[in-house]
């Protein structure tokens, strides 16, 4: 039931109107288990605002309270997935020493950027599928039920998106080489 001065303010009506935008918007950001929690949350803090009359563009101001609320939602779960990893001198500490050097090259900012990037490029299905699995850890069984799909197609979108990651990820990294090489000839030259 919404709040009395909501109801009169249009507001209502309004977001009533957009709330399957929103939800849509907000699926391309955080898992499909977590959407309608924030639209109802964004009805919730925009319930709460005092003067409803001082919002002059309802559905931009609809549709960014959702995604405010979204990107929140990322930021704690970005934390969460921090706050359980054991800092390196910790890890140091207990006597493993031993550097892995998969691990330091994976950790750099590029390659994670670049990483971001190759996921970005994959197709929307594919890259739902990809980021259920990899990123929140959802099993194949899980997603094909939260995608409406089939587990074989689920397997195929999960290859598919490792092999265009690995890809993309190997042509950025012989680009990078290219660069460097060109960088310490022409170096080389000068001297």
Do not use: W
């Not at 009169?8 to 009506?13: D, T, V």
């Not at 930021?75 to 990893?85: F, H, M, S, Y």
């Amino acid at each position: 039931m919404a709040h009395p001065d909501f109801e009169k303010s249009g507001l209502f009506a309004i977001f009533m109107a957009a709330k399957a935008n929103v939800a849509r918007m907000v699926s391309r950001m955080v898992p499909p288990k977590e959407i309608e929690d924030i639209v109802q949350e964004t009805y919730v803090r925009i319930c709460q605002l005092d003067n409803h009359d001082a919002i002059t563009k309802t559905n931009a101001f609809i549709m960014k309270t959702a995604r405010n609320l979204a990107l929140d939602y990322i930021k704690k779960a970005e934390t969460r997935l921090t706050d359980g990893i054991e800092s390196e001198e910790q890890y140091d500490a207990n006597g493993h020493s031993d550097k892995d050097p998969l691990f330091e090259e994976a950790a750099s900012n590029e390659e994670f950027a670049h990483f971001c990037e190759s996921v970005r490029r994959l197709p929307v299905q594919c890259r739902r599928v990809f980021v259920l699995k990899k990123v929140y850890g959802y099993s194949q069984k899980e997603i094909a039920k939260e995608l409406s799909i089939s587990e074989s197609t689920v397997e195929k979108h999960i290859a598919d998106g490792l092999k265009r990651c690995a890809a993309f990820m190997l042509q950025q990294e012989s680009e990078a080489s290219v660069v460097t090489n060109n960088n310490l000839s022409k170096r080389g030259k000068s001297q």
